[in-house]
């Protein structure tokens, strides 16, 4: 396999704080990983680096073999990245359709022929089928991931990011949506990043984790290893404590 | 949007017959003149509604676009004294570059700074028009420009034509795949990256496309008034249009030009009352907007025709 996603030493200040701290990692094609970390690890800062939203300060992205920093980030959605986001931007004032119509009209997917068809294939694909003529803002949360999922999927990726997709979500809806991504990953043999901070969800559907705290990349692993990792707990449930009494 | 139905295709019809008809029912040249006036409004607040309306980036300035295509039709008159024909195709290339030149520094950026560099774009113009005057007649302006029609009324329907052509040619593109584009800018700009959507291409080839047929209009307004002016390019001309386009229901389109047209009307009508006159109007408006902030025309023809749909 080779690798599609290759980090290295990226970077990111913001004057005197440091989200991002020489984040190296590779992702390999067909890999499901997850960035596993509390919140204001850095998760969606480096997200927002990868996806070209924001320039690191420092370091270098390869996707695909080719460079992708400073790119702007429609390009790097047509070199085959995708994302969503974790507080769902949907197209107010436009049905369903429609808001998965605007990412069929990027060159990535200009072999779409019959726009219309492939945005409500897409509505299909992610259980949002029939329902191409509501508008989105009537949908619940649950629905606008899905919404956020086939407006990514639209551009065709190779890369599908995931920021926190379970987010705001009840046990019910979450399920469902790991169901989805699950199929997404297995048939489309998709590669998949996704960050998340809830454990429970996130441990049953990735196949590697990268951990974060305080914008540093602390373990790389399988998620069985992962949860037993000290550095892991440390993060998530703090020190043990013979370690406070030592410190 | 809304796709269009018979009964706004009839309504058009409608419309466009009375318009047409008007001055052989009234022969006098003076309702010619105003129709013309009207025509060209229609052809301005169209446009400027095409690309602010639909993308949300409003312009300013869109006098600079006006002034530019009336100050071509003007140069090409009195300097080289071309055929008058020329100066329709030449005034909307030079409001197409003058449209490039401002939007390729301002458009990639975000929030009011368009709208600003728009409003100074079109200020400087007209102090360039002051401060050249040996080129453009300064305040005085450029005079005894060739009609391009000699009857008033021919010319009047050909006015009228082309602001027919511009709301269905404008109307076409807001409808299309391009058009959804736009307002998904005027949405939200970093989902239309996330989408893949060149954001600033869109921006200034809809910013080119509303700057062509302003110039047009310009050109067209130059050619009926046979001499052109600085105040085509002062900020009083963009409001004028920005309002008509508020009046209109923004976004519509054909409630900009419709709008264009009643305002126009109502300009004329009120110039009985004197000095009250900048009153009534300015009033007028105002309980519109604010009674009404999605507009009068558009909302209202929608709502009279939802059972017919």
């Not at chain 1, 970390?37 to 927002?48: D, S, V």
């Not at chain 1, 219309?116 to 619940?140: F, I």
């Not at chain 2, 009643?262 to 408006?285: A, D, K, N, P």
Request: charged share 15%; proline share 4%.
């Amino acid at each position: 396999m080779t690798d599609l996603l290759e980090v290295n030493g990226v970077t990111k200040r913001f004057g005197g704080l440091t989200a991002v701290k020489n984040a190296t990692f590779t992702l390999k094609k067909g890999e499901f990983t997850g960035i596993l970390g509390p919140n204001g690890a850095g998760k969606t800062t480096l997200f927002n680096i990868l996806t070209g939203f924001m320039q690191p300060t420092t370091g270098t992205i390869h996707f695909n073999g080719e460079l992708v920093r400073e790119l702007a980030p429609y390009k790097i959605v047509n070199r085959g990245m995708a994302r969503t986001f974790q507080l769902t931007r949907p197209f107010v004032g436009m049905n369903l359709l429609e808001n998965v119509l605007v990412a069929c009209m990027s060159p990535r997917a200009s072999n779409d022929k019959d726009k219309e068809e492939r945005a409500s294939y897409l509505l299909a694909q992610v259980g949002l089928g029939g329902r191409d003529k509501e508008p989105v803002e009537t949908l619940p949360y649950g629905d606008l991931r899905r919404l956020e999922i086939a407006r990514a999927l639209a551009t065709r990726p190779d890369l599908l990011l995931l920021d926190e997709p379970f987010a705001g979500l009840g046990s019910g809806e979450i399920e469902q949506l790991a169901q989805l991504i699950r199929r997404l990953h297995r048939e489309q043999n998709l590669t998949i990043l996704l960050i998340e901070h809830k454990l429970r969800e996130f441990m049953a559907l990735v196949s590697r984790v990268i951990a974060m705290n305080f914008g540093e990349i602390i373990a790389v692993g399988p998620p069985e290893e992962i949860v037993k990792n000290e550095k892991v707990i440390e993060a998530y449930i703090g020190k043990t404590e013979d370690a406070h009494a030592s410190a | 949007m809304r796709r269009i139905s018979l009964i706004d295709i009839a309504g058009a019809i409608v419309l466009v017959a009375i318009l047409a008809l008007a001055p052989m029912f009234v022969s006098s040249n003076y309702l010619t003149g105003v129709l013309t006036v009207c025509a060209v409004y229609g052809i301005w607040a169209s446009s400027w509604d095409f690309m602010s309306g639909l993308t949300g980036r409003e312009n300013f300035g869109h006098s600079l676009f006006i002034g530019a295509g009336a100050y071509t039709a003007g140069f090409l008159a009195t300097i080289w004294s071309t055929n008058p024909w020329l100066s329709l195709p030449t005034a909307v290339g030079v409001a197409i570059a003058f449209s490039l030149l401002v939007g390729f520094p301002t458009l990639r950026l975000r929030g009011p700074y368009f709208a600003l560099a728009m409003l100074s774009a079109s200020a400087i113009l007209q102090r360039l028009c002051l401060i050249f005057w040996e080129y453009t007649g300064g305040e005085e302006g450029l005079y005894g420009l060739d009609p391009l029609i000699k009857s008033p009324l021919h010319y009047y329907w050909f006015v009228l034509a082309v602001l027919v052509v511009t709301v269905i040619v404008l109307t076409l593109l807001a409808q299309s795949h391009w058009g959804l584009l736009l307002r998904a800018i005027r949405g939200d700009e970093a989902t239309c990256q996330a989408a893949g959507i060149n954001v600033t291409f869109y921006k200034i080839a809809s910013l080119m496309i509303s700057a062509g047929f302003a110039g047009l209009g310009g050109a067209l307004y130059a050619h009926y008034q046979l001499q052109v002016s600085p105040p085509l390019f002062s900020v009083v001309v963009s409001i004028t249009v920005i309002i008509m386009v508020y009046v209109g229901g923004i976004g519509s389109i054909y409630g900009a030009a419709v709008a264009a047209i009643l305002l126009t009307l109502l300009t004329e009508m009120l110039r009985g009352f004197g000095e009250y006159r900048l009153w009534i109007y300015t009033l007028t408006l105002m309980l519109i907007l604010f009674f009404l902030p999605n507009g009068l025309i558009a909302p209202l023809w929608r709502r009279l025709t939802e059972r017919l749909r």
